[in-house]
């Protein structure tokens, strides 16, 4: 499979936040892995059948914050990804939970050693999926689902890039579970992952919120972006029982509202929201 990267500066002024941003909108424009060699560059990859020039040139054109210019547009060799992460990017993640005495759980990749000992350990080997646990919108619904009770309760994980979501609510004792991407890069990867931490009860489905007509689930996930969201959630409330509960993520604060609006009107009603570094996550409960 042939791609492309597209090497972006940032200035030193843009931050955490506006890096955030691009990767964001980079994102809906078909580019599936990022990586930060120094503070002030982004490298994106995109399969090259899905690159859109124009598109990306105009969204540096149109980008709403000052600072960032695309450097090269090139294509690039065949890659390890698992290596570059390793190299690059990809460090365990520790969420300590509620419980001080022990961290809750950790996300780490097959190459990793020295792992502490954790109550949930999950293995995820990324490759070119979206969802290790370190973005912000990952940690946020990560860290929910430890504090849900979950056993028994059939579950989806929407848009579900590594499956990590889906593992961890596995291992918590949801069942059945259900994961469901868009990309089939991405439910490759699932199964890899899902098979490496030897969990027999998710299964995944390539496709869209399209596959949900006459689905039901007592939870559902949705880790995706805010336009996706609004179109897709009468599906997700569709699908839900009274008492349901939809956590979705992958948008900012400032979105929160009209995402709320919009439960609102599907009997969805606002249970928690929990930010980080202004991404936001909303947990909602059917009436």
Request: glycine share 4%; aromatic share 8%.
């Amino acid at each position: 499979m042939q791609y492309s990267q597209a090497t972006f500066s940032l200035s030193p002024s843009a931050g955490d936040f506006v890096n955030d941003v691009l990767v964001a909108m980079l994102a809906e424009l078909d580019f599936e892995t990022f990586e930060n060699p120094a503070t002030d560059t982004l490298v994106a990859y995109v399969q090259t059948e899905k690159l859109d020039e124009n598109a990306l040139r105009r969204l540096i054109e149109d980008f709403p914050y000052s600072g960032v210019t695309l450097q090269e547009l090139s294509l690039c060799d065949n890659i390890d990804w698992n290596a570059e992460w390793e190299k690059h990017y990809f460090e365990p993640i520790i969420i300590q939970g509620k419980d001080s005495a022990q961290p809750a759980c950790v996300i780490h990749s097959s190459f990793h050693k020295d792992i502490p000992a954790c109550r949930y350990d999950i293995i995820i080997d990324p490759k070119m999926a979206f969802g290790t646990g370190h973005h912000q919108t990952t940690s946020l619904i990560l860290n929910e689902l430890l504090s849900m009770e979950l056993q028994n309760k059939s579950l989806l994980d929407m848009g579900c890039g590594t499956a990590v979501l889906a593992i961890l609510a596995s291992m918590r004792g949801a069942s059945p579970v259900t994961a469901i991407d868009i990309d089939n890069w991405c439910t490759e990867n699932a199964l890899e992952n899902i098979r490496l931490n030897h969990i027999g009860n998710i299964s995944v489905l390539l496709g869209d919120a399209k596959l949900l007509t006459d689905k039901h689930f007592d939870i559902i996930l949705a880790n995706i972006n805010r336009n996706i969201l609004l179109m897709d959630m009468p599906r997700y409330a569709a699908c839900l029982p009274q008492g349901g509960e939809l956590l979705m993520s992958g948008f900012y604060e400032e979105d929160v509202p009209v995402l709320q609006a919009k439960a609102d009107s599907l009997g969805l009603s606002l249970n928690t929201v929990h930010t980080k570094d202004n991404w936001a996550m909303m947990h909602l409960i059917k009436n």
